[in-house]
């Protein structure tokens, strides 16, 4: 069991920047691929970004050279980086923890991100 919480969300102006944190607990962290998605009302969670143990980083086109994910496994914590945010940017945010099978599949409970004037 893995106990994903997220913080670091708010209001910020279009052109802004904002840094996610989660923190993990409960299990090896090593196990698992950590990422970030986010999710609209009314449309599908999408994956952000994610990474792997040893700092292999992928990111979704819509957001590549903008935003960053990086983990500090010593203290069990997966960050996301974004500058130049966007209006179109603006949605909750969760935390994902991936152990390759749905048994070993985590989520947080999501932080919302505003992008506006």
């Known amino acids: 069991q893995v106990r994903l919480v997220e913080s670091g969300g708010g209001l910020v102006q279009p052109g802004g920047s904002l840094r996610l944190s989660c923190a993990a607990s409960?299990?090896?962290?090593?196990?698992?691929?950590m990422g970030w998605s986010r999710q609209t009302p009314g449309k599908q969670r999408d994956v952000v970004a994610r990474?792997?143990?040893?700092?292999?980083?992928t990111y979704a086109d819509s957001v590549k050279g903008r935003f960053t994910i990086s983990r500090d496994n010593f203290n069990n914590t997966v960050y996301l980086q974004m500058n130049s945010l966007k209006p179109e940017d603006t949605a909750v945010y969760y935390c994902?923890?991936?152990?390759?099978?749905?048994?070993?599949?985590?989520w947080g409970k999501g932080t919302l991100v505003t992008v506006s004037s």
């Open positions: 994902n923890a991936d152990g390759g099978n749905s048994a070993m599949n985590y």
């Open positions: 409960g299990s090896t962290f090593s196990r698992y691929v």
């Open positions: 990474i792997t143990y040893g700092g292999s980083e």
